[in-house]
């Protein structure tokens, strides 16, 4: 988990990139959220991208990255975070297809996995956990042990519940509670936005 400076260059990144919108949006979770945050948009940034694979590494290193052998992104935003991260931290990296191809080998793990590799995947954003969960399936029916997840943010929607249960636990930079309680005090958003993203959190 991020530390209180490390909340200050998250929301920083969210702001400069314009990553955090209000209105009505509907998540890929199939949720109603008044509030989305587009991580898509930071990597058109070459400086706060920079600084956004730092903050993975931050939760990486040095202890969670010593139980994996190898990292998974997960379709479509964790591939790009994944790809950097894992030439940073010198890891062999594969990327979870939605679907299976439908030529070829028909795989949906694209890369080189072992039975028994053990696999920390990497995501920008967790809701309820669904996109993890399905690249977690997709990879251990290739035979390879996943136990953690890795997210920028967690949104505190039943993500981390879901997962455990499925036996994944999450690894979250930040969460989204303590980015409004922290863009609150910047001025950043008003009472009411606040409100409504703490509407949200469930955890």
Do not use: W
């Amino acid at each position: 988990m991020s530390t209180a400076t490390g909340v200050d260059e998250f929301c920083n990144v969210l702001l400069r990139t314009g990553s955090l919108k209000f209105g009505t949006f509907k998540l890929a979770s199939g949720i109603l959220s008044p509030y989305y945050v587009d991580l898509r948009l930071i990597p058109s940034n070459p400086e706060a991208f920079q600084r956004t694979v730092a903050m993975y590494v931050s939760v990486l290193e040095p202890n969670l990255i010593k139980r994996a052998q190898r990292l998974a992104g997960v379709p479509t935003a964790g591939i790009a975070y994944a790809a950097v991260v894992a030439l940073n931290l010198a890891k062999p990296l594969l990327y979870v297809r939605k679907e299976p191809k439908k030529h070829g080998r028909e795989r949906r793990i694209e890369g080189l996995l072992q039975p028994g590799d053990r696999v920390m995947v990497l995501d920008d954003v967790v809701t309820t956990g669904k996109s993890v969960l399905e690249a977690a399936e997709a990879i251990r029916a290739e035979g390879g042990v996943v136990d953690d997840a890795v997210v920028l943010l967690d949104r505190q929607q039943g993500g981390s519940e879901n997962m455990r249960k499925n036996g994944v636990k999450l690894h979250p930079f930040t969460t989204m509670r303590r980015i409004a309680e922290r863009l609150l005090r910047l001025g950043t958003i008003d009472e009411r936005q606040y409100n409504e993203i703490l509407g949200q959190i469930v955890d």
